[in-house]
């Protein structure tokens, strides 16, 4: 069984963010990358499926190869994604990543699986930075494949998938459906692992290949941005800095004033 | 300028974000037309034209009818716009025909400015305003980002579509609901809440302790649920409770759109986070700028000793 997951890199959410002088970017200088957090439970889902399928001698061999479209920086998650138990890595050195729009990123994975014959594709429902929630859906598409998204539960039973998407509220819909298929997936499918220090060292000695994006099949551009900007504080509260036991006072005594909670 | 709204059903109702859309799509200046697939007996109050497809018979919430239901309605009307929520439903089945369509698309939409389109970026730090290049643009709209002013109202001119049946790689086996089982948080007057920036599992107790000192109940966001580190019945946000406390004390907690939309009608917030960027700060009446871990404690003692 063949089985892709895709991975994108995004910026530490805690991170000052400061608009850059093209306006629709931010100062890359100095700022902390991580993986994904919903593609964190990709990987581990893709790297479940092939723990269970081991030792199963009526399927082929179980090789799981993590994508990922960005700058050289990028590696770095690729690298994470080995070490959390990914066969193979990819990296597709895109320089325009800043300006992309999901149709061109789902164009690129898509015309890298197209003649690979994966049975699985793993994406995150959405990415921390854009949260589009588009690109594992449009693969499907462009793919012909069949897509459940939003997943909280994941089996796979020779080529049945029952999956558990989630809805609204906390509702959730169960689906049976076959391979191939690509699942988007949601936080809490599965508890993602740790790297530990020889899985580290092991994934090293990986493959991992890099494609320049310019030369693969892309769609055009169909969604620019214009800007990027800080959103206006709307009714900004007050806001209390300094020495810890001076913020608490003034804490207690605007509780006191302001609700009825606190005597 | 025309607009087709794709409206909700789910177990047997309209879902209020339909009436949300219909104020979106007047915002933009567009007439619309709606698609749904919903209970033709019971349809959604508006005044226009409804193509209606039989939700008895094509499920509620299967992606590939519901695509082919609505491909065919849009390639009928052409509009300028496809306008769905930026919901589990939405999010789901906007790509799905804006791939067929060839129509740009723009997700969780939160404001129109000037032909151009406001969405949150950076889990809501930033905003992002974008423009499609396309003659058809496909809108997922975040819910609770338009103030409604009107009540919705009007008998829909109603269409009924499909009647054949529609091929599907796809089974629906049946929803699943929510335990309703332990803390019913919607009664506490009082709410503390822990977020992630609370580090560890450990530190649960502490917040534990800074809820029994103001006397209130403990609850969560969802990364501290689905850790394990509480249990689900005490998350707060879209896919937990909905909550209006007194009092709404958010520890370590960023902010995000989904847990806001489930605190932000508390009477009174106040944030405690090291990031004075955090979004939190869009809804907190009084933002602490401090450690959760030591500010807890510090505040624990002395409502105590009060
Ligand atoms: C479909 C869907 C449904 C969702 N439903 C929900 C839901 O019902 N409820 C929900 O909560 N989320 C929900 N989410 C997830 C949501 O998008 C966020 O990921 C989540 O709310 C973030 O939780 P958090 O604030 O605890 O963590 P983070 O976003 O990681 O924020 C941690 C915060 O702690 C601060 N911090 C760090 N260290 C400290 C310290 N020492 N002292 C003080 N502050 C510190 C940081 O500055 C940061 O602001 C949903 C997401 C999706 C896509």
Redesign the pocket.
């Given at each position: 069984m063949e089985i892709l997951v895709c991975v994108k890199q995004v910026p530490d959410?805690?991170s000052k963010f400061n608009i850059d002088t093209s306006g629709t970017w931010y100062d890359e200088t100095d700022l902390a990358y991580r993986m994904n957090?919903y593609d964190e439970f990709a990987v581990e889902q893709a790297v479940l499926v092939k723990e269970k399928l081991r030792g199963d001698t009526s399927v082929a061999d179980t090789s799981v190869t993590v994508l990922s479209i960005g700058p050289e920086r990028v590696k770095d998650v690729i690298k994470k994604a080995l070490s959390m138990g990914c066969d193979r890595g990819v990296h597709i050195k895109d320089e325009q990543y800043q300006a992309r729009d999901p149709m061109e990123n789902a164009s690129i994975i898509a015309s890298f699986a197209k003649d690979k014959g994966f049975d699985l594709i793993f994406t995150g429902?959405?990415s921390q930075d854009r949260g589009s929630a588009q690109t594992g859906i449009i693969v499907a598409r462009v793919l012909e494949m069949r897509c459940v998204t939003?997943v909280v539960g994941f089996e796979l039973e020779n080529d049945v998938i029952t999956a558990k998407r989630?809805l609204d509220g906390g509702l959730k819909a169960g689906f049976r459906t076959r391979t191939p298929a690509v699942i988007t997936c949601?936080?809490g499918l599965n508890k993602p692992r740790y790297p530990t220090l020889p899985n580290i060292i092991k994934a090293k000695k990986k493959e991992l290949t890099t494609i320049e994006a310019d030369t693969m099949a892309t769609a055009e551009r169909m969604v620019e941005t214009d800007a990027l900007f800080h959103p206006e504080k709307k009714g900004a509260g007050l806001v209390l800095e300094g020495e810890i036991n001076d913020q608490a006072d003034k804490l207690i005594s605007i509780l006191r004033e302001k609700t009825g909670v606190i005597k | 300028m025309k607009a087709l709204i794709v409206g909700e059903y789910r177990n047997g109702e309209t879902l209020e974000c339909t009436y949300e859309l219909i104020a979106f799509a007047k915002k933009l200046g567009a007439e619309t037309a709606m698609f749904m697939v919903g209970g033709q007996d019971d349809p959604p109050k508006y005044d226009g034209k409804l193509y209606m497809a039989d939700s008895a018979k094509y499920g509620e919430v299967n992606p590939d009818v519901h695509t082919k239901l609505l491909l065919d309605v849009a390639h009928q009307e052409n509009p300028d716009y496809v306008i769905l929520s930026h919901s589990?439903y939405g999010w789901d089945l906007a790509p799905r025909i804006s791939f067929d369509l060839k129509a740009g698309q723009v997700s969780e939409v939160v404001d129109i400015d000037d032909g151009s389109f406001v969405l949150p970026a950076f889990?809501g730090k930033l905003h992002r305003k974008v423009t499609s290049k396309t003659g058809i643009t496909v809108v997922t709209v975040q819910s609770g980002s338009l103030n409604m002013t009107e009540q919705p109202s009007g008998t829909p001119e109603m269409t009924l579509v499909g009647g054949e049946d529609i091929e599907t790689g796809m089974e629906f086996t049946g929803y699943e609901e929510v335990e309703s089982a332990g803390a019913d948080l919607t009664k506490a007057d009082v709410i503390v809440s822990a977020?992630?920036?609370?580090?560890k599992q450990d530190n649960i107790s502490v917040i534990q302790e800074l809820a029994d000192a103001i006397g209130g109940e403990l609850a969560a966001?969802?990364?501290?649920v689905d850790a394990g580190w509480t249990d689900h019945s005490r998350?707060?946000?879209?896919?937990?409770q909905t909550v209006s406390p007194k009092l709404y004390v958010a520890?370590?907690?960023?902010?995000?759109?989904?847990?806001l939309a489930?605190m932000k009608k508390s009477e009174f917030i106040v944030a405690?986070?090291?990031?004075i960027d955090?979004p939190?700060g869009e809804v907190a009446d009084v933002f602490v700028v401090?450690?959760?871990?030591q500010f807890a404690p510090a505040l624990s003692a002395k409502l105590k000793r009060a």
């Open positions: 959410m805690e957090e429902l959405q939003t989630e949601q936080m | 589990s889990n977020g992630r920036g609370i580090g966001t969802r990364p501290v998350q707060v946000g879209t896919s937990g520890c370590g907690i960023s902010g995000a759109i989904q847990h489930g405690i986070n090291t990031d955090a939190i401090a450690d959760i871990k």
